[in-house]
Structure formats: C-alpha cells, structure tokens
C-alpha cells in the first residue's frame, strides 16, 4: 500500500472541492479528481480504488438531492439498483485482475477520449423524444445499467453522464428523471465496487475520505451557485487538469531516461 504524505492531501483535496463543484453544474467531476490522484503520484490501481471511496461519498449526497425533489422514477430505479450493483461488482472485480502497467496504459487512453466527449456533449436532452412502451424502458434501464455499471465498478468518470444520455435518448425518459435515476443507479454502482475495493484493502482510506469531505463541500457550493457560462468554466478547468497530468507523465518518463542515461 502506498504511504501517505501531506503532499498528497495537498493536492488531491483542492481538486476533489473543484470536481463537486464541477459535478453539481454538468457533471464530469471525476475528469478532474482522478487525474489529481495520479498527478499526487499514487499508482494507477490505487487513483481509482481510492476515488471511488470519495466520488461514493459525492454520489450519495447528490441522489439524496433528487430523492428530496422527486425527480425519480422508482420502479424503474429498482431495476437500475439491481443491475447496477451487479455491473458494479463485475467492473471493481475485473479491475482488481488487470496488471497496474496495462490499467495505467487504458486509463492514460481513456481520460482524453471521454474527457473529449464531455467537452463536446452540448445537450442531454434528445429532440422530438417519442413515447416508448413500459417494457422497453425496462429492458433499455436494465441492459444499459448493467453495461455502464461494469464500466463504473472498473474506471467511473462521466458514468452518471452516459447513462443520462442512455436513459433519455433510449428509454425516453424526461431529463430530470434520467437525471435522478442515473444518480442512484450510478450510487449503487460505487458503492458495490468500493465494498470490493476495501474488502481487498487497496483504497487510501485516510486520502479518500478526506477527498469525500471536499467533494461533498465543493457539490453544495456548486448547487448554490449560478454560474454564468458554467459550461465554459467546466470545459477550461478539465482540460487545465488533464494538461497537468500529461506533463507530470512527461516529466516522469524524461526523468526515468536521463536515470538510464
């Protein structure tokens, strides 16, 4: 396990108040705290099980939001939390098998790529939305939980956002209700994966939980603000962090050759 320094409080905490921040505006919050994991140092494996203890944290304040507004359509949530929590367990258990240099390697493919599809998304909600049968809402909610729920368990940034955009542009649900769903489906999702993550004792639990209290801060700031060009705000803050990550992966693969040298 990793040992802990100020160093990486120092960074990670700030950064995890700017992604609740992030995440109560558009979401994507967690383009931004994971990188700040990895530019504190820790491994690949350990920024992501460590994350999820704080992005959990973050969750579960959020869907408690939505829960209080009645945003949410519970019968088809009940699907979405059985489903979730299965694609949850699959994903954390898969993660927990692949090699640190390979997982590295997939997160250092993945961030850009869906970092440049939130950057670009312009609108959750589809137009001239048809209605749809019952049953197919429950069989869209079920397939596309499970599927995103795995990706949640294995990696997690923008998890809640591709299964808003599923709920709404398939299972034609109105966007406050895709909001709300996919928040609790997201939550049990974490919540799985991080049991399997500290069952297997590879989260950071002191850094995570400090995070949490800072994600958690930095969401209700976010809710009370009304930012204006919130989405251009977002978009500077996720490519400042990635361009921060890439350059301490630069300056670690220089430093390495100039000790090879």
């Known amino acids: 396990m990793e040992e802990l320094t100020l160093s990486m409080f120092l ?6 108040f700017l992604a609740g921040v992030v995440d109560s505006i558009g979401g994507g919050g967690g383009l931004i705290s994971l990188p700040a994991y990895l530019i504190a140092g820790l ?11 704080s992005a959990a944290c973050g969750t579960v304040v959020a869907t408690l939001r939505y829960c209080k ?9 009940i699907v979405g939390v059985i489903t979730a929590a299965i694609g949850g367990v699959m994903g954390a258990n898969f993660a927990l098998m692949v090699d640190e240099v390979i997982f590295k390697i997939l997160l250092l493919i993945l961030l850009p790529l869906i970092a440049m599809y939130v950057l670009l998304k312009k609108d959750l909600e589809p137009k001239n939305v048809r209605p749809v049968s019952r049953k197919w809402q429950y069989t869209a909610v079920s397939i596309s939980t499970l599927f995103l729920g795995m990706y949640a368990g294995f990696y997690g940034p923008a998890s809640g956002t591709f299964l808003i955009l599923v709920y709404s542009a398939i299972a034609k649900m109105g966007l406050l209700q895709s909001e709300g769903n996919a928040k609790i489906a997201n939550m049990t999702a974490d919540i799985c994966s991080l049991m399997i993550f500290l069952y297997n004792g590879v989260v950071l639990i002191p850094l995570g939980l400090a995070a949490a209290v800072f994600s958690i801060a930095g969401n209700y700031v976010g809710a ?20 921060l990550l890439f350059f301490k992966i630069i300056f670690d693969a220089g430093s390495r050759f100039l000790d090879w040298l």
Do not use: Q, S
């Open 69 to 77: 507004h009645k945003c949410i359509d519970y019968n088809l949530a």
């Open 43 to 53: 491994p690949a494996h350990t920024a992501v099980f460590t994350n999820k203890l």
């Open 224 to 243: 009370e603000l009304a930012i204006k060009n919130g989405n251009k705000i977002i978009r500077i803050v996720i490519l400042t962090v990635l361009a």
């Open 11 to 16: 960074i990670v905490c700030p950064f995890a």
